[in-house]
C-alpha cells in the first residue's frame, strides 16, 4: 500500500514536510506524484518526480514554495512544503504513476496506486 503522512496543522508561513511510503512494491522504476483535495473543489496536481529524482514538475499555485524529492533506496518521496499559506489547506495524496516520466499532466487514468491522504491545515 502507499501512504502519505506528516500532515498537520500550521501557521500560514510555516513549513511541512509530507512522506509518501510504500510497501508491497516498489515506487524506484515510476514516476511519483502529490496531490491534494480541499473541501467542495476538484482534486489537482501539484508535483511531480520522475523515476530518477532528476526531473520534476510543479503546479503553478506551489512552484518556488514547495520542493518534490524521493530516497528510492527507502522507497518512500516526500514533498517539502513552506510558506504555506490558507489557501494550501487540503488532504494530500500521493500516487504512483504507471510508467517512469513526468509529462505535465495529472491524469488519474495514468496511476495505479494511490495513498491514503494527509489532511495539511495552515491557519491565517
Known amino acids: 500500500q502507499l501512504q502519505a503522512s506528516g500532515g498537520g496543522l500550521v501557521q500560514s508561513g510555516g513549513s511541512l514536510r509530507l512522506s509518501c511510503g510504500a510497501s508491497?512494491?516498489?515506487?524506484?522504476?515510476?514516476?511519483i506524484d502529490w496531490f491534494r483535495q480541499a473541501p467542495g473543489k476538484e482534486r489537482e496536481g501539484v508535483s511531480c518526480?520522475?523515476?530518477?529524482?532528476?526531473?520534476?514538475i510543479y503546479a503553478d499555485s506551489v512552484k518556488g514554495r514547495f520542493t518534490i524529492s524521493r530516497d528510492n533506496t527507502k522507497n518512500t518521496a516526500y514533498l517539502q512544503m513552506t510558506s504555506l499559506k490558507p489557501e494550501d489547506t487540503a488532504v494530500y495524496y500521493c500516487?504512483?504513476?504507471?510508467?517512469?516520466?513526468?509529462?505535465?499532466?495529472?491524469?488519474?487514468?495514468?496511476?495505479?496506486?494511490w495513498g491514503r491522504g494527509t489532511q495539511v491545515t495552515v491557519s491565517s
Open positions: 500516487a504512483r504513476r504507471t510508467y517512469s516520466t513526468c509529462n505535465g499532466y495529472f491524469h488519474r487514468s495514468d496511476y495505479d496506486y
Open positions: 508491497g512494491f516498489t515506487l524506484a522504476a515510476y514516476a
Open positions: 518526480i520522475d523515476y530518477s529524482g532528476r526531473s520534476t
